[in-house]
């Protein structure tokens, strides 16, 4: 018997149970749950952390991260399509590509971030291997975004579907960071590519 091959943005399970609590919720998005794992098990969050949102719509991870950042932290929110909820005043959210983005007017508009979030997903083709070439692209922008932006010591996450070159990504999240690790979340789904690489502590210089 053929095995099902879960693809990339994969919505056959779009009405699933973490859906339905993301809505009773109020949340944007299931993914919110994958920060939420995420946040715990590398405690990125925290009261007046300052955070970068790379590919942040529909918004549930700024809704989650303007709630662990609170009124006294900042949520700055970057994606192709504008969000349209209605978010805490501590949080931004800005029409943007990121291979367009200049970083250093990030830094020079709000100052250093604690933390850098990729949740960018490439827009699909079906071809499992363009798609996670393309996939590892983003990653490797959001990355190079994050060595920018952070402040020394500051932390980041990002997702990427596993193609070629996820190796190299892993060691340039080594080089880049104290501690880095690749981590699947409960809330993927299984049989995915979808990891979310984790580096805490970015190096001086
Ligand atoms: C899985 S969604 C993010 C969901 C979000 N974390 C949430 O919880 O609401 C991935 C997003 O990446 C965005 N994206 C993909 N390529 C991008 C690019 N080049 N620049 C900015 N955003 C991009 C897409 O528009 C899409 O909204």
């Not at 880095?180 to 789904?189: D, E, I, L, Q, V």
């Not at 979310?196 to 190096?203: P, T």
């Amino acid at each position: 018997m053929a095995r099902k091959r879960t693809k990339l943005g994969d919505r056959s399970a779009r009405h699933d149970s973490a859906y339905r609590r993301a809505k009773q919720e109020g949340f944007a998005a299931r993914a919110v749950y994958k920060l939420e794992e995420l946040d715990r098990r590398f405690h990125l969050l925290a009261p007046r952390r300052r955070v970068l949102d790379l590919g942040c719509w529909p918004g549930s991870w700024m809704q989650y991260a303007a709630g662990r950042v609170g009124d006294e932290g900042l949520v700055v929110g970057l994606d192709l399509r504008p969000v349209e909820l209605a978010l805490p005043p501590w949080c931004e959210a800005f029409v943007a590509d990121v291979d367009e983005l200049d970083p250093q007017s990030l830094v020079d508009r709000f100052g250093p971030f604690d933390v850098v979030l990729s949740d960018m997903a490439p827009k699909t083709i079906g071809d499992a291997t363009t798609d996670r070439l393309r996939s590892e692209a983003l990653f490797e922008r959001a990355l190079d975004i994050a060595t920018m932006v952070l402040r020394p010591g500051g932390h980041f996450a990002g997702k990427v579907f596993q193609g070629g070159g996820f190796g190299g990504l892993i060691e340039r999240m080594r080089l880049t960071f104290s501690q880095s690790k690749p981590f699947h979340t409960k809330g993927t789904r299984a049989g995915s590519a979808e990891h979310y690489l984790v580096g805490q502590g970015r190096r001086a210089g």
